[in-house]
Protein backbone atom coordinates (compact mmCIF):
# COMPACT_ATOMS: atom_id res chain seq x y z
CA UNK A 1 0.00 0.00 0.00
CA UNK A 2 1.40 3.43 -1.11
CA UNK A 3 2.24 5.56 2.03
CA UNK A 4 1.27 9.07 2.26
CA UNK A 5 3.19 11.85 4.08
CA UNK A 6 1.11 15.12 4.64
CA UNK A 7 3.84 18.26 5.03
CA UNK A 8 3.42 21.66 5.76
CA UNK A 9 5.88 24.15 4.11
CA UNK A 10 6.07 24.95 0.24
CA UNK A 11 9.49 26.67 1.44
CA UNK A 12 12.36 24.75 0.99
CA UNK A 13 12.59 21.58 3.33
CA UNK A 14 8.99 20.76 2.63
CA UNK A 15 9.27 20.40 -1.46
CA UNK A 16 12.57 18.47 -0.76
CA UNK A 17 11.11 15.99 1.44
CA UNK A 18 8.16 15.83 -1.08
CA UNK A 19 10.77 15.32 -3.72
CA UNK A 20 13.28 12.87 -1.89
CA UNK A 21 9.59 10.97 -0.74
CA UNK A 22 8.06 10.82 -4.45
CA UNK A 23 11.29 9.12 -5.81
CA UNK A 24 10.94 6.60 -3.36
CA UNK A 25 7.30 5.60 -3.72
CA UNK A 26 5.29 7.74 -1.49
CA UNK A 27 2.83 9.79 -2.14
CA UNK A 28 2.50 13.76 -0.74
CA UNK A 29 0.34 16.77 -0.09
CA UNK A 30 1.78 19.80 0.83
CA UNK A 31 -0.36 22.32 2.59
CA UNK A 32 1.39 26.16 2.69
CA UNK A 33 -0.49 28.82 4.44
CA UNK A 34 0.25 31.13 1.97
CA UNK A 35 -1.56 32.23 -1.54
CA UNK A 36 0.96 31.19 -3.87
CA UNK A 37 4.20 30.09 -3.66
CA UNK A 38 6.67 32.97 -2.38
CA UNK A 39 9.02 34.76 -4.41
CA UNK A 40 10.07 36.16 -1.60
CA UNK A 41 13.34 36.51 0.51
CA UNK A 42 17.32 37.10 0.92
CA UNK A 43 20.30 35.23 -0.89
CA UNK A 44 20.42 31.93 0.46
CA UNK A 45 23.66 29.56 0.39
CA UNK A 46 24.54 25.70 -0.23
CA UNK A 47 26.97 24.05 1.05
CA UNK A 48 28.89 20.75 2.38
CA UNK A 49 26.28 17.99 2.62
CA UNK A 50 23.40 20.22 1.08
CA UNK A 51 25.40 20.35 -2.14
CA UNK A 52 25.61 16.64 -1.75
CA UNK A 53 22.01 16.20 -1.35
CA UNK A 54 20.86 18.29 -4.39
CA UNK A 55 23.48 16.33 -6.45
CA UNK A 56 21.72 13.10 -5.65
CA UNK A 57 18.60 15.11 -6.39
CA UNK A 58 19.46 15.83 -9.70
CA UNK A 59 19.21 19.80 -9.13
CA UNK A 60 22.46 21.16 -8.59
CA UNK A 61 23.37 22.24 -12.02
CA UNK A 62 20.01 24.09 -12.66
CA UNK A 63 20.50 25.24 -8.68
CA UNK A 64 24.17 26.76 -10.44
CA UNK A 65 22.75 28.15 -13.24
CA UNK A 66 20.08 30.26 -11.43
CA UNK A 67 23.29 31.48 -8.49
CA UNK A 68 22.74 34.88 -8.02
CA UNK A 69 26.59 35.39 -9.84
CA UNK A 70 27.47 37.37 -6.36
CA UNK A 71 31.45 37.31 -6.72
CA UNK A 72 32.54 37.89 -3.16
CA UNK A 73 32.22 39.83 0.22
CA UNK A 74 32.90 43.44 0.68
CA UNK A 75 33.07 45.15 4.11
CA UNK A 76 32.39 49.07 3.55
CA UNK A 77 32.51 52.05 5.67
CA UNK A 78 29.78 54.53 5.89
CA UNK A 79 31.40 56.38 2.71
CA UNK A 80 31.69 53.14 0.63
CA UNK A 81 35.30 52.44 1.00
CA UNK A 82 36.52 49.02 1.55
CA UNK A 83 37.36 47.98 4.73
CA UNK A 84 38.21 44.41 3.78
CA UNK A 85 37.48 42.35 0.83
CA UNK A 86 36.74 38.65 0.85
CA UNK A 87 36.18 36.94 -2.87
CA UNK A 88 34.00 34.26 -3.49
CA UNK A 89 34.88 30.55 -2.42
CA UNK A 90 35.82 28.25 -4.98
CA UNK A 91 33.82 25.65 -3.27
CA UNK A 92 30.82 25.02 -1.83
CA UNK A 93 32.52 25.29 1.95
CA UNK A 94 34.44 28.29 2.23
CA UNK A 95 33.74 32.19 2.44
CA UNK A 96 30.99 34.34 3.34
CA UNK A 97 30.22 33.98 -0.16
CA UNK A 98 29.89 30.44 -1.15
CA UNK A 99 30.26 28.99 -4.98
CA UNK A 100 26.39 28.09 -4.70
CA UNK A 101 24.49 31.56 -3.69
CA UNK A 102 20.69 31.48 -4.85
CA UNK A 103 17.75 33.37 -3.73
CA UNK A 104 15.64 31.46 -1.98
CA UNK A 105 12.94 32.07 -3.82
CA UNK A 106 14.16 30.44 -6.50
CA UNK A 107 15.21 27.73 -4.55
CA UNK A 108 11.39 26.99 -4.00
CA UNK A 109 10.70 27.38 -7.11
CA UNK A 110 13.04 24.67 -8.59
CA UNK A 111 11.93 22.27 -6.13
CA UNK A 112 8.31 23.58 -6.68
CA UNK A 113 8.37 22.60 -10.50
CA UNK A 114 10.31 19.19 -9.79
CA UNK A 115 7.32 18.27 -7.41
CA UNK A 116 4.08 19.92 -8.69
CA UNK A 117 3.20 16.72 -11.08
CA UNK A 118 3.49 13.92 -7.92
CA UNK A 119 2.70 16.37 -5.19
CA UNK A 120 -0.67 17.64 -4.29
CA UNK A 121 -0.41 21.49 -3.55
CA UNK A 122 -2.55 23.11 -1.47
CA UNK A 123 -1.90 26.85 -0.96
CA UNK A 124 -3.79 29.13 1.25
CA UNK A 125 -4.61 26.30 4.06
CA UNK A 126 -3.05 24.98 7.06
CA UNK A 127 -3.25 22.21 9.69
CA UNK A 128 -5.84 22.91 13.00
CA UNK A 129 -5.44 19.86 14.38
CA UNK A 130 -3.68 16.40 14.40
CA UNK A 131 -5.45 12.84 15.55
CA UNK A 132 -3.54 9.91 16.17
CA UNK A 133 -4.84 6.47 15.50
CA UNK A 134 -2.74 3.52 15.83
CA UNK A 135 -1.89 3.06 12.16
CA UNK A 136 -2.26 6.58 10.68
CA UNK A 137 -2.83 10.68 11.61
CA UNK A 138 -5.88 12.12 10.66
CA UNK A 139 -5.50 16.15 10.24
CA UNK A 140 -7.84 18.76 10.29
CA UNK A 141 -7.38 21.75 7.65
CA UNK A 142 -8.59 24.69 9.09
CA UNK A 143 -10.84 24.88 5.63
CA UNK A 144 -12.39 21.76 7.68
CA UNK A 145 -11.38 19.46 5.65
CA UNK A 146 -9.70 16.32 7.23
CA UNK A 147 -7.02 14.08 5.34
CA UNK A 148 -5.54 11.16 6.70
CA UNK A 149 -1.91 10.22 6.61
CA UNK A 150 1.04 7.66 7.34
CA UNK A 151 3.08 10.75 8.38
CA UNK A 152 2.95 14.64 9.32
CA UNK A 153 5.73 16.73 8.65
CA UNK A 154 5.92 20.26 9.62
CA UNK A 155 8.56 22.06 7.56
CA UNK A 156 7.90 25.64 8.24
CA UNK A 157 9.90 28.48 9.54
CA UNK A 158 11.54 29.64 12.80
CA UNK A 159 7.79 31.33 14.25
CA UNK A 160 6.27 28.09 12.79
CA UNK A 161 2.36 27.72 13.95
CA UNK A 162 2.02 24.27 13.50
CA UNK A 163 4.93 23.33 15.82
CA UNK A 164 3.26 23.10 18.84
CA UNK A 165 0.99 20.18 17.40
CA UNK A 166 4.21 18.01 17.65
CA UNK A 167 6.41 19.30 20.29
CA UNK A 168 3.25 21.60 22.59
CA UNK A 169 6.21 22.91 25.18
CA UNK A 170 8.67 24.54 22.46
CA UNK A 171 10.14 27.69 23.11
CA UNK A 172 11.86 30.08 21.04
CA UNK A 173 15.62 31.26 22.34
CA UNK A 174 15.30 35.30 21.17
CA UNK A 175 19.05 36.66 19.51
CA UNK A 176 17.84 40.57 19.71
CA UNK A 177 18.71 41.12 15.94
CA UNK A 178 16.30 42.36 13.98
CA UNK A 179 16.49 42.11 10.02
CA UNK A 180 14.73 43.94 6.93
CA UNK A 181 15.03 42.11 3.91
CA UNK A 182 13.74 44.55 1.16
CA UNK A 183 13.81 44.59 -2.96
CA UNK A 184 15.04 47.48 -4.32
CA UNK A 185 15.32 48.88 -7.32
CA UNK A 186 19.13 48.02 -9.10
CA UNK A 187 21.23 50.50 -10.30
CA UNK A 188 24.34 51.17 -12.43
CA UNK A 189 26.25 51.74 -9.50
CA UNK A 190 25.13 48.19 -8.29
CA UNK A 191 28.32 45.92 -8.66
CA UNK A 192 28.01 41.85 -8.38
CA UNK A 193 29.90 42.11 -4.47
CA UNK A 194 27.77 41.30 -1.31
CA UNK A 195 28.33 45.33 0.16
CA UNK A 196 28.26 45.14 3.98
CA UNK A 197 28.74 48.61 5.95
CA UNK A 198 28.34 48.18 10.02
CA UNK A 199 28.11 51.23 11.95
CA UNK A 200 27.12 52.26 15.91
CA UNK A 201 24.48 51.65 17.83
CA UNK A 202 24.80 47.66 16.17
CA UNK A 203 22.98 48.72 12.57
CA UNK A 204 24.16 47.44 9.54
CA UNK A 205 23.00 48.04 5.84
CA UNK A 206 24.08 46.08 3.32
CA UNK A 207 23.31 45.32 -0.74
CA UNK A 208 23.49 42.22 -2.58
CA UNK A 209 22.69 41.36 -6.19
CA UNK A 210 20.30 38.72 -7.65
CA UNK A 211 19.60 37.45 -10.71
CA UNK A 212 16.19 38.66 -11.37
CA UNK A 213 17.38 41.93 -12.47
CA UNK A 214 16.99 43.94 -8.75
CA UNK A 215 19.31 44.60 -5.42
CA UNK A 216 18.46 42.95 -2.22
CA UNK A 217 18.94 45.03 0.36
CA UNK A 218 19.03 44.96 4.49
CA UNK A 219 19.04 46.96 7.17
CA UNK A 220 20.09 44.93 10.66
CA UNK A 221 20.11 46.39 14.22
CA UNK A 222 19.74 44.47 17.66
CA UNK A 223 17.37 45.78 20.30
CA UNK A 224 16.04 44.14 23.04
CA UNK A 225 12.31 45.21 22.41
CA UNK A 226 10.19 42.00 20.97
CA UNK A 227 7.56 41.42 18.48
CA UNK A 228 8.36 44.10 15.88
CA UNK A 229 8.54 41.14 13.36
CA UNK A 230 4.30 40.95 14.20
CA UNK A 231 3.64 44.94 13.63
CA UNK A 232 1.95 46.24 10.13
CA UNK A 233 4.09 47.54 7.61
CA UNK A 234 3.48 50.89 7.91
CA UNK A 235 5.09 50.61 11.73
CA UNK A 236 7.81 48.64 11.03
CA UNK A 237 8.59 51.32 8.16
CA UNK A 238 8.35 53.72 10.65
CA UNK A 239 10.76 52.43 13.14
CA UNK A 240 13.74 51.71 10.35
CA UNK A 241 13.03 55.13 9.08
CA UNK A 242 13.79 56.73 12.85
CA UNK A 243 16.55 53.69 13.67
CA UNK A 244 18.99 54.39 10.70
CA UNK A 245 17.93 58.44 10.01
CA UNK A 246 21.37 59.21 10.46
CA UNK A 247 23.56 56.53 9.26
CA UNK A 248 25.25 57.43 5.90
CA UNK A 249 26.40 55.27 2.27
CA UNK A 250 23.21 53.59 0.91
CA UNK A 251 20.93 53.67 3.95
CA UNK A 252 19.31 56.76 2.58
CA UNK A 253 18.50 54.97 -0.70
CA UNK A 254 17.10 51.91 1.04
CA UNK A 255 14.75 53.79 3.33
CA UNK A 256 13.24 56.08 0.56
CA UNK A 257 11.98 52.81 -1.37
CA UNK A 258 10.72 51.36 1.83
CA UNK A 259 6.93 52.16 1.07
CA UNK A 260 6.93 50.28 -2.18
CA UNK A 261 9.13 48.12 -1.96
CA UNK A 262 8.58 44.44 -1.06
CA UNK A 263 9.76 43.99 2.40
CA UNK A 264 9.71 41.06 5.07
CA UNK A 265 10.79 41.38 8.94
CA UNK A 266 12.35 38.81 11.17
CA UNK A 267 13.25 38.87 14.46
CA UNK A 268 16.22 36.21 14.51
CA UNK A 269 15.50 33.36 16.94
CA UNK A 270 17.11 29.71 17.56
CA UNK A 271 15.11 26.50 18.08
CA UNK A 272 16.03 24.02 20.80
CA UNK A 273 14.51 21.17 21.32
CA UNK A 274 15.28 17.76 22.94
CA UNK A 275 12.89 15.82 20.68
CA UNK A 276 11.49 16.63 16.90
CA UNK A 277 8.88 14.06 16.63
CA UNK A 278 5.69 12.83 18.34
CA UNK A 279 4.42 9.45 16.91
CA UNK A 280 3.68 10.07 13.57
CA UNK A 281 4.23 13.77 13.50
CA UNK A 282 7.84 15.02 13.22
CA UNK A 283 9.27 18.57 12.77
CA UNK A 284 12.00 19.47 9.45
CA UNK A 285 14.52 22.55 8.93
CA UNK A 286 13.86 25.63 11.27
CA UNK A 287 10.66 24.28 12.70
CA UNK A 288 13.36 22.20 14.48
CA UNK A 289 16.42 23.50 14.54
CA UNK A 290 16.74 27.30 13.99
CA UNK A 291 20.40 28.46 14.18
CA UNK A 292 19.62 32.29 13.77
CA UNK A 293 21.17 33.99 10.73
CA UNK A 294 24.66 31.39 10.04
CA UNK A 295 24.25 30.73 7.25
CA UNK A 296 23.19 26.72 7.40
CA UNK A 297 19.66 26.93 7.24
CA UNK A 298 18.94 25.43 3.73
CA UNK A 299 21.86 23.27 3.99
CA UNK A 300 19.96 21.93 7.20
CA UNK A 301 16.75 21.49 5.50
CA UNK A 302 17.65 19.70 2.52
CA UNK A 303 19.92 17.77 4.28
CA UNK A 304 17.02 16.99 6.89
CA UNK A 305 14.93 16.03 4.34
CA UNK A 306 17.31 14.02 2.59
CA UNK A 307 17.97 11.60 5.82
CA UNK A 308 14.43 11.86 6.98
CA UNK A 309 13.45 9.94 3.95
CA UNK A 310 16.09 7.97 3.46
CA UNK A 311 15.64 6.70 6.59
CA UNK A 312 11.90 6.56 6.08
CA UNK A 313 12.67 4.38 2.78
CA UNK A 314 15.04 2.21 4.93
CA UNK A 315 12.85 1.50 7.93
CA UNK A 316 8.90 0.73 7.44
CA UNK A 317 8.98 1.49 11.21
CA UNK A 318 8.27 4.98 11.39
CA UNK A 319 9.31 4.89 14.62
CA UNK A 320 12.89 3.35 13.90
CA UNK A 321 13.17 5.98 11.21
CA UNK A 322 12.62 8.72 12.98
CA UNK A 323 14.66 7.87 15.75
CA UNK A 324 17.57 7.51 13.52
CA UNK A 325 16.76 10.80 11.76
CA UNK A 326 17.81 12.10 14.74
CA UNK A 327 20.73 10.39 15.47
CA UNK A 328 22.37 11.48 12.30
CA UNK A 329 20.80 15.28 12.30
CA UNK A 330 21.28 16.07 15.67
CA UNK A 331 25.62 16.44 15.76
CA UNK A 332 25.21 18.61 12.55
CA UNK A 333 22.51 20.89 14.12
CA UNK A 334 24.18 21.03 17.02
CA UNK A 335 27.47 22.45 15.54
CA UNK A 336 25.52 24.86 13.70
CA UNK A 337 23.68 26.35 16.59
CA UNK A 338 27.60 26.20 18.51
CA UNK A 339 27.30 30.11 18.53
CA UNK A 340 28.42 32.47 21.37
CA UNK A 341 26.01 35.43 21.69
CA UNK A 342 29.20 37.62 22.13
CA UNK A 343 29.93 36.87 19.03
CA UNK A 344 26.81 38.57 17.43
CA UNK A 345 27.88 41.53 19.72
CA UNK A 346 30.94 41.80 18.07
CA UNK A 347 29.61 41.67 14.45
CA UNK A 348 27.09 44.22 15.42
CA UNK A 349 29.32 46.80 17.05
CA UNK A 350 27.73 49.16 19.28
CA UNK A 351 30.21 51.78 20.19
CA UNK A 352 32.58 53.98 17.63
CA UNK A 353 35.51 52.63 19.38
CA UNK A 354 33.94 48.25 19.04
CA UNK A 355 33.31 50.02 15.15
CA UNK A 356 36.63 50.60 14.83
CA UNK A 357 38.61 47.50 16.10
CA UNK A 358 35.96 45.73 14.34
CA UNK A 359 37.13 47.32 10.90
CA UNK A 360 40.71 47.07 12.12
CA UNK A 361 40.27 42.86 12.45
CA UNK A 362 38.84 43.16 9.25
CA UNK A 363 41.40 44.83 7.62
CA UNK A 364 43.92 42.52 9.27
CA UNK A 365 42.01 39.42 8.27
CA UNK A 366 41.43 40.34 4.27
CA UNK A 367 45.38 40.86 4.17
CA UNK A 368 45.93 37.72 5.83
CA UNK A 369 43.86 35.61 4.15
CA UNK A 370 45.49 35.13 0.73
CA UNK A 371 48.17 33.59 3.06
CA UNK A 372 46.87 31.88 5.90
CA UNK A 373 42.56 31.27 4.76
CA UNK A 374 41.99 32.95 8.00
CA UNK A 375 38.76 33.96 6.69
CA UNK A 376 37.92 30.78 5.09
CA UNK A 377 37.64 29.79 9.25
CA UNK A 378 36.15 32.36 10.36
CA UNK A 379 33.24 33.21 8.01
CA UNK A 380 32.50 29.70 6.88
CA UNK A 381 29.89 27.85 8.43
CA UNK A 382 30.23 24.28 9.18
CA UNK A 383 28.54 22.92 6.63
CA UNK A 384 30.28 19.56 6.55
CA UNK A 385 30.06 18.23 10.14
CA UNK A 386 27.82 15.41 9.47
CA UNK A 387 28.03 11.52 7.94
CA UNK A 388 25.45 12.00 5.08
CA UNK A 389 24.87 8.37 5.16
CA UNK A 390 23.86 7.03 1.39
CA UNK A 391 20.37 6.56 0.28
CA UNK A 392 20.01 4.80 -2.98
CA UNK A 393 17.17 6.35 -5.17
CA UNK A 394 14.97 3.45 -6.02
CA UNK A 395 16.04 1.96 -9.44
CA UNK A 396 12.24 2.94 -11.22
CA UNK A 397 13.07 6.44 -10.23
CA UNK A 398 16.34 6.80 -11.16
CA UNK A 399 15.19 8.29 -14.68
CA UNK A 400 12.86 10.98 -13.09
CA UNK A 401 15.96 12.95 -10.81
CA UNK A 402 18.01 12.44 -13.80
Same mark, same amino acid.
Given at each position: ?????????????????????????????????? =?????? *??? !???????? !??????????????????????????????????? +?? %??????? =???????????????????????????? *???????????????????????????????????????????? $???????? %?????????????????????????????????????????????????????????????????????????????????????? =????????????????? *????????????? *? $???????????????????????????????????????????????????????? =? %??????????????????????????????????????? +????? +???????? %?
Amino acid at each position: MTRHALISGASVGGPALAHELNTRGWRTTIVERY =PRLRDE *GQN !IDVRGAGR !IVLRRMGLEAEALATSTTEVGTRFVDDRGGTVGEF +PA %GEDDLHG =PTAELEILRGEMARILYEHTADDTDYRF *GEQIADLTDADDHVTATLASGERIDADLVVVAEGTRSRTRTLVV $PDAQLSEL %GLVIANITIPRTADDDRWWRWMHTTRTRGVSLRPDNVGTTRAMLSFLTDVRGLEQLDHDDQVMILRKTFADVGWEAPRVLAALDDA =PMYVDAVAQVRLDRWSS *GRRVLLGDAAWAT *G $PFGTGTTLALTGAHVLAGELDRNADHRVALQRYEEVMRPFVAEAQNVNPRMIRAVN =P %GSRAALVAQQSVLRTVATLQRWTGLADRLFSPPADQVEL +PDYPV +PAASRASV %G
